[in-house]
């Protein structure tokens, strides 16, 4: 195989790496490509999964999975979003009682007394 054709076949084979990565640019590889603008029933909602913005994408993904297996995307900036994430992140309150007095016998653990 002469020089000339080595050449050739090296630039050909770099033009078409440079076509393959322009269509990947930095932060356009995101999972949702539409958003839905309403939420669907709270009792519906079997999964929400919250991807952070990262090079590949530079938006926060809010993906929901509904009871039937359906996923969609919600858009993060609707205030009805925003408040429905707010109050599944709110830590719950236990109702459970605490120990009040904890006492402890020489060569035993400590033991709660309610």
Do not use: R, W
């Given at each position: 195989m002469s020089s000339f054709m080595k050449v050739f076949l090296l630039l050909?084979?770099?033009?078409?790496?440079?076509?393959?990565?322009?269509?990947?640019?930095?932060?356009?590889q995101c999972l949702c490509q539409r958003v839905n603008n309403r939420i669907g029933s709270k009792t519906d909602i079997k999964d929400i999964q919250i991807y952070p913005a990262t090079v590949f994408?530079?938006?926060?993904?809010?993906v929901v999975t509904n009871n039937s297996g359906l996923r969609y995307c919600l858009d993060p900036k609707l205030r009805a979003v925003q408040k429905v994430m707010a109050s599944i992140m709110k830590p719950k309150t236990s109702t459970t009682a605490r120990p009040t007095e904890t006492t402890s016998t020489s060569g035993t653990t400590n033991t709660a007394r309610i």
């Open positions: 050909a084979v770099m033009l078409c790496m440079s076509k393959a990565q322009q269509g990947h640019q930095s932060g356009k994408c530079n938006n926060v993904e809010i």
